[in-house]
């Protein structure tokens, strides 16, 4: 039996077993599910028998339910609209664009998002896009610059300029009191406990938003206008 026939025997099992999950959902993210283990099993025997470079591969794990969530949608799955996108078995989702795809999209996967431990969610979902896209070099310059980071001074460049980093928890140091407070005197498993959770879990994530955010225009910054950096190691 190939791989193609199999999965396609699995997927017919688990809709007779009439599996509420299973059911609601359509077969496209099921497929690429059962294609990412199949490929994640192929690594590992490669590496096993050390055909694959670089560090042992190991066997995929069970998700935790409460970990990063994903769900891949293909050509026939989705379809992308200027406020909206449709989803197979999902139905029509408000969008809000950080940047518009250049190109008509290949897949996009739904990403549901989780707090910094890796196991709160947060419940909020984002959507991501393959695009088939040409490279832009950048315009060469003369121009070039060493980095020096330290702790009290985010980085110091060669030039002299000294560059702070944002402390986004010192100016709401009092609201993560009170939520951490409220949080502490709840009792766990409770409806409050969760609202409560949820509300602490969403303050971190602002936080942890805020700082990748400045890294990110940073890092954007120092590379368009130098052709060479230098850090230390």
């Not at 990412?36 to 192929?42: C, I, P, R, S, T």
């Not at 055909?51 to 339910?65: D, E, H, L, T």
């Not at 980095?147 to 010192?170: R, V």
């Not at 949820?198 to 936080?207: D, G, H, P, Y």
Request: aromatic share 8%.
């Amino acid at each position: 039996m190939t791989y193609q026939n199999y999965k396609s025997f699995l997927l017919l099992k688990l809709k007779k077993l009439n599996t509420e999950n299973v059911s609601e959902v359509s077969n496209i993210p099921l497929q690429q599910s059962l294609n990412d283990l199949n490929q994640a099993y192929q690594n590992f025997f490669t590496s096993t028998k050390g055909k694959r470079k670089g560090r042992p591969v190991k066997p995929p794990r069970f998700k935790i339910r409460k970990s990063k969530q994903t769900a891949r949608f293909t050509k026939g799955g989705f379809k992308v609209g200027q406020h909206k996108v449709y989803l197979a078995k999902i139905g029509k989702l408000k969008i809000v664009w950080s940047r518009k795809p250049p190109n008509v999209p290949s897949s996009v996967t739904v990403i549901k998002d989780v707090g910094a431990n890796g196991r709160s969610p947060l419940h909020r979902y984002f959507l991501s896009f393959v695009v088939e896209t040409c490279a832009k070099v950048l315009p060469k310059t003369d121009n070039s610059v060493g980095i020096d980071l330290g702790i009290k001074t985010f980085a110091t460049l060669s030039n002299g300029q000294k560059i702070d980093a944002p402390k986004p928890l010192k100016k709401r140091i009092k609201k993560y009191r009170k939520l951490s407070k409220s949080l502490s005197n709840k009792t766990q498993g409770s409806k409050r406990y969760e609202k409560a959770r949820l509300r602490v879990a969403k303050f971190n994530a602002k936080l942890k938003d805020t700082r990748t955010d400045f890294l990110h225009k940073l890092s954007t910054k120092i590379i368009r206008e130098n052709q060479t950096i230098v850090l230390e190691v």
